[in-house]
């Protein structure tokens, strides 16, 4: 009788022996795999930031391109009559400005014309909101807009 109770109590011990073993390994591998998503997770996380930072180094470098092609061809003189800028509005005239100055490109107009109507802003909001410009280029381009204003008045 001694002895079947001894050889229980050996099995149950060995049970939870081997029972403890399995969850200490399984608790193991459950950190491991969490500081491996971790891991992974801050990787990510640079990558995506890396990524952004990029495009944006990308549209400045176009926005320089531009501006450079725009510098070698030269100041465009274009005379009033070619213009016919009494019959467009302000927006045309601004739109026109920036792409002749290189601060946008005409892809980058195209969006922003589209954009006008989705988001009711003026032509230069839209830009702003966009990034295409910053404030410092919008007062520069309502200043000019005012003084070709004036002259045509004249």
């Known amino acids: 009788m001694i002895l079947p109770i001894i050889i229980l109590i050996v099995i149950v011990g060995v049970f939870l022996f081997i029972y403890q073993m399995i969850s200490q390994n399984k608790i193991f591998k459950l950190n491991a795999l969490a500081s491996q998503k971790k891991t992974a997770k801050s990787k990510y996380e640079f990558m995506m ?9 990308c549209e400045e470098k176009e926005r320089q391109l531009t501006t450079l092609r725009n510098n070698q061809e030269g100041i465009k003189t274009i005379s009033l009559e070619d213009l016919d800028i009494e019959d467009i509005d302000e927006n045309e005239k601004v ?18 014309l589209q ?6 802003m003026d ?7 966009l990034g295409f410009i910053n404030l410092d280029t919008a007062k520069k381009a309502i200043k000019i807009n005012k003084i070709i204003s004036r002259t045509i008045a004249f």
Request: include cysteine; charge should be positive.
């Open 49 to 57: 930031d890396q990524t952004k930072m990029l495009k944006k180094e």
């Open 115 to 120: 954009k006008m109507n989705i988001l009711q």
């Open 123 to 129: 032509y230069l909001g839209v830009c702003m909101t």
């Open 95 to 112: 739109s026109r400005y920036l792409i002749q100055e290189g601060k946008i490109t005409m892809e980058q107009n195209e969006k922003v």
